[in-house]
């Protein structure tokens, strides 16, 4: 079993920052892909970017690139979203997941955390 926490949400102006991070427990989750999502109000949860185990692959959405930046440290088992230029737009909760996933942007993922709430003001 892989348990996931998300912290390091709250309330930033646009154009302001944010650095998410997930913490983990069990030993599976230094080698599962690990991924970010998010979920705005009235709509569906979105893929925003993902990792891979060893770090030697990301994927970001079009609406990440450039401004987020994923990571992980499996030796203190914790993911990392930091997010720059943030938008109004990018409000919403962002939720972490962690599996043994193909498909990297899907939402197939076998563990997900509680989430976290991040509100861009304009």
């Known amino acids: 079993q892989v348990q996931l926490v998300e912290s390091g949400g709250g309330l930033v102006q646009a154009g302001g920052s944010l650095r998410l991070s997930c913490a983990a427990s069990?030993?599976?989750?230094?080698?599962?892909?690990m991924g970010w999502f998010r979920q705005a109000p009235g709509k569906g949860r979105e893929f925003v970017t993902a990792?891979?185990?060893?770090?030697?692959?990301?994927y970001y959405a079009d609406s990440a690139k450039g401004r987020f930046t994923i990571s992980r440290d499996n030796a203190k088992n914790t993911g990392y979203l930091q997010m720059n230029s943030l938008k109004p737009e990018d409000t919403a909760v962002y939720y972490c997941?962690?599996?043994?996933?193909?498909?990297?942007?899907?939402?197939?993922?076998?563990?997900w955390g509680q989430g976290t709430q991040v509100t861009v003001s304009s």
């Open positions: 997941a962690a599996g043994p996933n193909m498909e990297v942007t899907s939402l197939g993922y076998d563990y």
């Open positions: 069990g030993r599976t989750f230094s080698y599962y892909t």
């Open positions: 990792i891979s185990w060893r770090s030697d692959r990301t």
